[in-house]
């Protein structure tokens, strides 16, 4: 095993892929990575993970230019990265456009600066591919992603192992649906889930189930949707439950379907949307507008979620809980 640095943030241990699970055209590879044989991309140690475990979620963080208060807050960005520094996370996944437009390589300069305090908390950081990772520019912008996160390089989607937690980041720009690379790949993964598994963490850009109540300024597009069907699908065939956190809408929002939790956690610094509520979402009389984090803390036998949430328009960061759920660990 090769200790690597995952995002540049920790030190983790890489599976080592020696072909993939299904044949791609020259085409395919650099442009969507190499599919992984069954298994983990990556693997963290057990030794290396407390058995009673925290991971964080968030997304839409949007690093650029801290002048740039338009389409972002800065302000904001940067309370959430150090109160994310301050929990002391064993694993920080995000859900996408970390960077405001991926194709200018200041944006990622930004975000290492902005993140110092991730460095020096040894922090393992996983993330999933936004639209604004590749959005202008997308030969360029996949090329700085991978630049920012080496060990992903020629990859677009993985998963890591985490002790009974596994982490899979999907690329929702991509096909999701039934047939394409990445449903093939993805299967394969939920039937070969460690025996330890407990706990399945997907995470993407784009959300597979969202409020839809107009006027939306996302809706739920079929690729996604039939990403939903499939899980709902393998989720009772597998000795582990599945959470589905995505961002891209930039507020928070919180369904259950077939069994599986689906979380909107877009509330890292980009411009906020206030968005019209369905009545399934379980995410009650809520602010308009929620800038936030995620936690999730595994006690031993429940996996414990906290959404955190601080006020935009404060001079100084005041977090406070606003919604949360348990898991029992599947057995």
């Known amino acids: 095993m090769a200790v690597l640095l995952t995002g540049m943030?920790?030190?983790?241990?890489?599976?080592?892929?020696?072909?993939?699970?299904?044949?791609?055209?020259e085409s395919h590879?650099?442009?969507?990575?190499?599919?992984?044989?069954?298994?983990?991309?990556?693997?963290?140690?057990?030794?290396?993970?407390?058995?009673?475990?925290?991971?964080?979620?968030?997304?839409?963080?949007?690093?650029?230019?801290?002048?740039?208060?338009?389409?972002?807050?800065?302000?904001?960005r940067r309370w959430l990265v150090e109160r994310i520094a301050s929990e002391h996370p064993d694993a920080v996944l995000v859900t996408g456009d970390l960077p405001y437009d991926g194709s200018v390589e200041r944006d990622y300069d930004v975000f290492r600066k902005e993140t110092e305090s991730w460095?020096?908390?040894?922090?393992?950081?996983?993330?999933?591919?936004?639209?604004?990772?590749?959005?202008?520019?997308p030969a360029k912008g996949i090329k700085d992603w991978w630049a920012a996160f080496p060990e992903l390089a020629q990859r677009r989607w993985y998963s890591v192992e985490f002790r009974n937690a596994y982490f899979v980041a999907l690329d929702s720009n991509l096909p999701l649906s039934s047939g394409s690379e990445q449903q093939i790949w993805l299967r394969e993964q939920l039937e070969h889930l460690p025996k330890q598994t407990r706990f399945v963490l997907v995470e993407l850009h784009h959300p597979p189930v969202a409020d839809q109540t107009p006027p939306q300024t996302h809706m739920v597009g079929p690729n996604e949707r039939s990403l939903a069907e499939f899980l709902e699908a393998q989720e009772p065939k597998i000795k582990a439950k599945i959470i589905v956190i995505a961002g891209h809408t930039h507020n928070y929002e919180r369904f259950s379907e077939g069994g599986i939790p689906y979380l909107v956690s877009g509330g890292g610094g980009a411009k906020p949307y206030a968005v019209p509520r369905d009545s399934n979402d379980l995410y009650k009389n809520p602010p308009a507008v929620n800038y936030h984090y995620i936690k999730f803390a595994f006690d031993g036998e429940k996996l414990n979620a906290t959404m955190y949430r601080v006020d935009g328009d404060a001079t100084t960061p005041v977090f406070e809980a606003r919604d949360g759920f348990s898991l029992t660990a599947a057995r």
Not at 37 to 55: L, M, Q, R, Y
């Open 9 to 25: 943030l920790a030190a983790v241990a890489m599976k080592v892929v020696a072909q993939a699970a299904g044949t791609l055209s």
């Open 29 to 76: 590879v650099g442009a969507l990575g190499l599919l992984s044989e069954a298994g983990p991309t990556f693997v963290v140690p057990n030794k290396d993970i407390p058995k009673h475990w925290s991971v964080i979620a968030y997304g839409d963080t949007r690093f650029t230019d801290p002048s740039n208060i338009t389409v972002t807050s800065p302000k904001v």
């Open 119 to 137: 460095r020096t908390e040894k922090l393992r950081v996983y993330p999933a591919l936004g639209n604004h990772e590749i959005a202008h520019d």
